[in-house]
């Protein structure tokens, strides 16, 4: 398998950023990391073994990034405005960064999204945010209500980033004709912690009309990485 080590300096954060790129054609996915991990984390838990078979056969090529979650929304020494700020930089690195790097070693316009934990909460966001450059959504373990985070504060970007409180009053057609287009795949376990905030989100993708998968397994699964390796092997891409 062809594994692929990037760094550059992403002007957006004022900071270098790192990324590993597995593969070299098929769908492309990126891979957000779980709270405060790092783009090495998907590899060494095993989640680019179990999908080994796809990316040798040229069906998927993985970037696996970095977030900035310890300067954003787990900074709690800075001002929850201050956190959105930070998070809103990362937002801009990804789409003017990552995104060109992706379309440029891949050749696709459009691209699918991933995670497990936190790490969904970033692609389900960014996948509703952007539905017209990431067109493929599957979430593992995922919890999507940003207020936790934010200490009580509120103003319209904290809105923006929190899909409990903007899908419900999303109408836009812009939007919502092309998160219909679009796949969406929620997995949770049965034990998760993070169940029922899974299955929230899928009842309110289903109020939009907006066409998914919700994944509730069975024999125990909980909210843990063995899980989300055989979930990734069977919903990715």
């Known amino acids: 398998m062809t594994r692929d080590y990037v760094k550059w300096h992403a002007h957006q954060l004022q900071r270098d950023m790192e990324l590993v790129v597995f593969g070299d054609a098929g769908v492309p996915f990126i891979v957000f990391p779980t709270s405060m991990g790092a783009f090495f984390e998907y590899e060494d838990r095993g989640m680019i073994g179990a999908l080994a078979d796809k990316i040798d056969a040229g069906a998927l090529q993985v970037f696996c990034i970095s977030t900035i979650d ?17 998070y809103l930089a990362w937002e801009r690195y990804l789409l003017d960064d990552v995104v060109p790097f992706v379309r440029h070693r891949n050749g696709a316009r459009t691209m699918g999204v991933t995670g497990c934990s936190f ?13 017209d450059v990431f067109t493929a959504c599957v979430t593992m373990g995922g919890a999507f209500d940003l207020k936790r985070f934010l ?9 923006l980033l929190s ?30 912690i993070c169940r029922r905030q899974t299955e929230d989100a899928a009842a309110m993708l289903a109020a939009k009309d907006i066409p998914h998968s919700l994944h509730v397994w069975g024999h125990g699964s909980h909210h843990d990485w063995p899980e989300w390796v055989k979930m990734a092997k069977a919903y990715i891409p």
């Not at 790490?119 to 539905?131: E, I, N, S, Y």
């Not at 409990?164 to 376990?189: E, M, S, Y």
């Open 70 to 86: 310890k300067d954003s929304f787990y900074a709690d020494n800075l001002h929850p405005r201050q956190r959105i700020e930070r």
């Open 119 to 131: 790490g969904a909460f970033h692609a389900f966001v960014m996948a509703l945010r952007h539905p």
């Open 151 to 159: 200490d009580g504060y509120h103003d319209t970007d904290a809105y």
């Open 163 to 192: 899909p409990p409180d903007f899908l419900p009053q999303l109408h836009d057609p812009w939007f919502i004709d092309r998160c219909r287009a679009n796949k969406w795949v929620l997995v949770t376990g049965e034990n998760d």
